[in-house]
């Protein structure tokens, strides 16, 4: 997977002048001897200046952990910690920061070592909000040196979010398809998270893919795309313009990336794209997204950074679905109810779209026509989707999205995608999520999210929500999919 950050985490001891600084330095070095024991070292980094209460230990640890390359910071209170100088760091440090604290270690450390961090961790909390400045504070954030290494842990991906985000262009060629008005893209909230925006006209990325026309590396980009499809290539005869579709973006990409490390693509995929090029974007899409890059089908811009989110915390390939259609009852009652009697039939529903996620994630793959798009036109401009059932296993369906009043707002949802055949065409699978029903009614319809929901290959709900938190979403507008008991502020308790 490429064009996802590499994190390394600066570790820095504080410690209050009136407590002895070799109890946060100790603390330290066990904290990063525990997490090189269980995890891999080059994620850290110790600086060895530990900040006493003091701006310019504050300075120098800040120099410190810029030289050692350091793009994300974790403040340890190995005492009670200098509130001031403490929270200044976080405040300078260009990157994401954490807050934890060291627990006393046994009954012995009481009598004269204690180091009362967890007093200190609600001094520099308050000191945080006093200077704006934004860190993520785990769950329970004091703990053994192995129990505080779990939390650094913890925070890699959540770190991963924020640094890409900070770092991302999404290049969007529109406009929207007609009648897609539900993937709107104010794009005021995107400069407010830091993500720079090149839109572009469809007639933009015509031009550069007919000068594409007979590029060298056509012959082997064919040959890669030979070798994922295998049998499941069912229409050979457009490989070549789906090549030459690809250099395009791929060179998009690199011309016009400019000072930002990371990219994400919003594309155009309907109603002239089949009519002038020829085919469907659809497998070249799932082809970059497999690579690291997310393409968003229909110029959903937030579904892109949705999906480019995902990416960089799973560190995996994500893919973008249609909240699509209902399981039929048939298939429900053969092949669910009783095999998974926890899911009523409201739980389940089709995620689907034409051909955009990687054959990575396909258990089967064939690339075909589009079915839907061959109904109005003629079949041989529609060739190009990628087609097969999700893989089995647990997901989490999430979306990031600015509503058309310029507010973010987030949703979260896991489940699993069960292994029942679909009996249907594209990308597409059966997903179970716990009072989907409910959380269809009261958060997607209630709360007016568009139908295209990011899908994440495992269960990556807590650093998702810790994301959205640090990113400034309301906590409010971070919507679940809450239990059974647990109702809705919309929901009628007597229905």
């Known amino acids: 997977m490429i064009n996802i950050p590499k994190m390394k985490v600066g570790i820095v001891a504080v410690s209050r002048d009136c407590f002895p600084e070799s109890l946060s330095v100790n603390r330290r070095k066990a904290l990063v001897e525990a997490y090189a024991k269980k995890y891999d070292a080059a994620d850290i980094y110790e600086c060895p200046i530990c900040i006493v209460e003091s701006e310019i230990h504050m300075v120098q640890a800040l120099e410190d952990i810029q030289k050692a390359g350091c793009n994300a910071l974790c403040v340890y209170l190995g005492n009670f910690g200098p509130e001031i100088s403490e929270t200044l760091l976080a405040k300078h440090f260009n990157g994401p920061k954490m807050f934890c604290a060291a627990a006393?270690?046994?009954?012995?450390?009481?009598?004269?070592?204690?180091?009362?961090?967890?007093?200190?961790?609600?001094?520099?909390?308050?000191?945080?909000?006093?200077?704006?400045?934004?860190?993520?504070?785990?769950?329970?954030?004091?703990?053994?040196?192995?129990?505080?290494?779990?939390?650094?842990?913890?925070?890699?991906?959540?770190?991963?979010?924020?640094?890409g985000l900070s770092n991302l262009k999404i290049i969007s060629f529109g406009p929207r398809p007609l009648n897609f008005l539900a993937c709107n893209a104010p794009i005021k909230p995107l400069y407010d998270l830091g993500v720079e925006?090149?839109?572009?006209?469809?007639?933009?990325?015509?031009?550069?893919?007919?000068?594409?026309?007979?590029?060298?590396?056509?012959?082997?980009?064919?040959?890669?795309?030979?070798?994922?499809?295998?049998?499941?290539?069912?229409?050979?005869?457009?490989?070549?313009?789906?090549?030459?579709?690809?250099?395009?973006?791929?060179?998009?990409?690199?011309?016009?990336?400019?000072?930002?490390?990371?990219?994400?693509?919003?594309?155009?995929?309907?109603?002239?794209?089949?009519?002038?090029?020829?085919?469907?974007?659809?497998?070249?899409n799932s082809r970059l997204t497999g690579m690291?890059?997310?393409?968003?089908?229909?110029?959903?811009?937030?579904?892109?950074?949705?999906?480019?989110?995902?990416?960089?915390?799973?560190?995996?390939?994500?893919?973008?679905?249609?909240?699509?259609?209902?399981?039929?009852?048939?298939?429900?009652?053969?092949?669910?109810?009783?095999?998974?009697?926890?899911?009523?039939?409201?739980?389940?529903?089709?995620?689907?779209?034409?051909?955009?996620?990687?054959?990575?994630?396909?258990?089967?793959?064939?690339?075909?026509?589009?079915?839907?798009?061959?109904?109005?036109?003629?079949?041989?401009?529609?060739?190009g989707t990628l087609e097969g059932d999700i893989v089995p296993?647990?997901?989490?369906?999430?979306?990031?999205?600015?509503?058309?009043?310029?507010?973010?707002?987030?949703?979260?949802?896991?489940?699993?995608?069960?292994?029942?055949?679909t009996r249907s065409f594209g990308g597409i699978g059966i997903f179970a999520i716990p009072e989907m029903g409910r959380f269809y009614r009261h958060v997607l319809i209630e709360k007016n999210y568009p139908h295209h929901g990011a899908v994440a290959f495992g269960h990556y709900g807590k650093a998702l929500y810790e994301v959205f938190k640090y990113l400034g979403v309301p906590v409010e507008d971070i919507n679940f999919n809450q239990p059974a008991g647990m109702l809705y502020p919309t929901e009628n308790p007597f229905a």
């Open 393 to 421: 296993g647990n997901i989490t369906f999430y979306r990031l999205q600015s509503t058309a009043d310029c507010k973010l707002r987030a949703y979260i949802a896991q489940g699993e995608v069960l292994p029942v055949a």
């Open 197 to 284: 925006i090149e839109e572009n006209s469809e007639l933009d990325l015509f031009e550069a893919f007919n000068k594409h026309a007979g590029d060298s590396r056509i012959p082997a980009k064919v040959k890669e795309m030979e070798e994922e499809l295998g049998a499941g290539n069912k229409k050979p005869e457009i490989l070549e313009k789906l090549a030459q579709y690809e250099l395009t973006l791929l060179d998009w990409v690199e011309a016009h990336r400019g000072y930002r490390k990371y990219v994400a693509i919003a594309g155009k995929c309907w109603p002239a794209f089949q009519t002038q090029f020829g085919f469907v974007p659809c497998y070249v």
């Open 104 to 163: 006393e270690e046994n009954t012995a450390t009481l009598a004269s070592s204690r180091g009362d961090a967890y007093c200190g961790m609600l001094n520099a909390s308050y000191n945080l909000k006093l200077r704006n400045v934004k860190a993520y504070i785990p769950e329970y954030p004091v703990g053994t040196a192995e129990q505080c290494a779990d939390m650094i842990h913890d925070f890699l991906p959540i770190a991963r979010a924020i640094d």
């Open 292 to 383: 690291g890059i997310p393409v968003s089908c229909e110029v959903d811009i937030y579904g892109c950074l949705s999906e480019f989110i995902g990416t960089v915390i799973s560190e995996d390939a994500v893919t973008l679905l249609d909240i699509n259609n209902t399981v039929p009852s048939d298939i429900y009652d053969a092949d669910i109810r009783n095999t998974y009697p926890k899911y009523t039939l409201n739980d389940t529903f089709m995620g689907f779209h034409c051909g955009n996620t990687t054959s990575k994630k396909l258990t089967a793959c064939e690339m075909k026509y589009q079915l839907i798009m061959a109904r109005s036109l003629p079949e041989e401009v529609t060739q």
